[in-house]
């Protein structure tokens, strides 16, 4: 069982930076990939960024190249989102989550590759 929390969020305007923090916890936790997702009000959970377990791979969404960053620390037991130069189409509910898949570009944007969730953080930009 893996738990993760999610804080960070909050209002801010655009062009403005936030970074958004991940806890994990529970058993073997620093051994799974871990991804951030985000969704608007009526639209689908839409992946973000994705990192493996060791740190040493990436994934981003085309969306949010070049402007947000994913990074771990396993012995703090904590994935970050740097999010930069965010935009007002950036607003939504962000969740990060957890799985144990081979962790490849087509799995890590899937929702059923990952088991546990967080409650999600909100972020709000202003044009």
């Known amino acids: 069982q893996v738990q993760l929390v999610e804080s960070g969020g909050g209002l801010v305007q655009a062009g403005d930076s936030l970074r958004l923090s991940c806890a994990t916890s529970g058993r073997a936790a620093s051994m799974y990939n871990v991804g951030w997702f985000r969704q608007a009000p009526g639209k689908e959970r839409e992946f973000v960024a994705a990192?493996?377990?060791?740190?040493?791979?990436?994934y981003y969404a085309d969306s949010v190249s070049g402007r947000f960053t994913i990074s771990r620390d396993n012995a703090k037991n904590t994935v970050l989102l740097q999010m930069n130069s965010l935009k007002p189409e950036d607003t939504a509910a962000y969740y990060c989550a957890a799985g144990p898949f081979r962790f490849r570009a087509s799995d890590s944007g899937r929702l059923d590759s990952y088991n546990y969730w967080g409650q999600g953080t909100q972020v709000t930009v202003s044009s």
């Open positions: 990192i493996s377990w060791s740190g040493g791979n990436t």
